[in-house]
């Protein structure tokens, strides 16, 4: 069956550092891959798309890779700071079936000033 | 521009009551979606309206039912709520169903006792 997989232990990084998250998938073949940040009581909202054919994409101090042979995304927060801690998102384009999207469970990041 | 509106924010029903979570959207998009999100469980999509005037199931549609009121309006309906369905709901919308960014609502939380 498809499935998603994002580390559900939560990531603890001190300030400055550089936070690495991981999404996993399995029976999929994925055209595109959204990364989304979610804050307690608060619905997600979009940071970044990486396409199947782009190995990777930047916005500011965020990057986001993408390796369909190894079927995994690297979600990096470089410089991280306090204000990033939040859960983080991954979410799939199914490419068939009747609905396109499946999001993994996320990962919950605290970053220590 | 509001966004995704849901209201209401939180609900208590007892087993057996019925509610209609609303939501409306101001962004002229085409595709709505209803979600909820439980512990350890992701986002799982319940119903979705790929364009005004259709609906279609998701993952999880068994106990509820929509109705895409107009272009803005989608609205989720529990005939006969049960425990298992306490969760926080979220509805979001996209420009199209392909390829698009979603937009996410603040959500609703409900305890079904």
């Known amino acids: 069956s498809q499935k998603i997989e994002q580390n559900s232990e939560a990531l603890n990084i001190q300030e400055g550092k550089t936070a690495t998250l991981t999404c996993n998938y399995t029976?999929?073949?994925?055209?595109?891959l959204q990364w989304y940040r979610q804050d307690p009581g608060r619905g997600p909202v979009f940071l970044l798309l990486i396409r199947e054919n782009e190995k990777e994409k930047r916005k500011e101090r965020l990057k986001v890779t993408f390796d369909t042979t190894l079927k995994q995304s690297l979600f990096h927060i470089t410089a991280s700071q306090p204000a990033d801690s939040a859960t983080y998102l991954c979410?799939?384009?199914?490419?068939?079936?009747?609905?396109?999207?499946?999001f993994g469970t996320g990962t919950r990041l605290k970053v220590l000033a | 521009n509001a966004g995704v509106t849901q209201t209401p924010k939180f609900q208590v029903l007892k087993t057996g009551q019925s509610m209609t979570l609303q939501c409306a959207q101001d962004?002229?998009?085409?595709?709505m979606y209803w979600y909820r999100q439980d512990p350890g469980m992701g986002l799982r999509l319940i119903y979705y309206s790929a364009s005004e005037g259709t609906t279609d199931k998701g993952e999880v549609p068994n106990g509820y039912n929509v109705s895409r009121l107009n272009k803005r309006e989608f609205s989720l309906r529990l005939e006969s709520a049960a425990p298992s369905q306490t969760s926080v709901y979220f509805c979001?919308?996209?420009?199209?169903?392909?390829?698009?960014?979603?937009?996410f609502g603040p959500g609703t939380r409900l305890l079904v006792l």
């Open positions: 029976n999929y073949s994925p055209a595109y």
């Open positions: 979001a919308s996209s420009l199209l169903q392909t390829q698009e960014t979603q937009y």
């Open positions: 979410a799939l384009d199914r490419t068939s079936g009747t609905y396109k999207y499946i």
């Open positions: 962004m002229n998009h085409n595709s």
